[in-house]
Nanobody
């Protein structure tokens, strides 16, 4: 059974930085064989994707919400996914979720846009104060 456990959330002031981590277990292979992504959600709003890294490569994609300030990466040896967030703004506040699935780049990208990856963590809260 695939399990994703996020950590690293917290409270920071505007302009601060945080690094989120996601520990994966129960995978049939290393995280390198999975496309993995970060999403965030604010109560009352739709979940949005902020970054994705595709399986078998370092190819990444950032929607506007994550461009230039967020960096997604993974450690194949440790089976972890990270999200480095710089220059945080109050609008970055939300619950951040790690997600993964083992699909082709095209299918994963499509699922990312629809917020429908197969496996999800429980989330870690990020709060940015002004």
């Amino acid at each position: 059974q695939v399990q994703l456990v996020e950590s690293g959330g917290g409270s920071v002031q505007t302009g601060g930085s945080l690094t989120l981590s996601c520990a994966a277990s129960g995978l049939t292979d290393s995280v390198n064989s999975y496309c993995m992504a970060w999403f965030r959600q604010v109560p009352g709003k739709e979940r949005e994707g902020v970054a994705i890294i595709y399986a078998g490569s370092d190819r990444v994609y950032y929607p506007i919400s994550g461009q230039f300030r967020f960096t997604i990466s993974r450690d194949n040896a440790k089976n972890t996914l990270s999200l480095r967030m710089n220059n945080l703004r109050p609008e970055d506040t939300g619950m951040y979720y790690c997600a993964a699935e083992r699909k082709s780049l095209y299918d994963c990208y499509s699922d990312f846009l629809q917020h429908e990856l197969d496996y999800w963590g429980q989330g870690t809260q990020v709060t940015v104060s002004s």
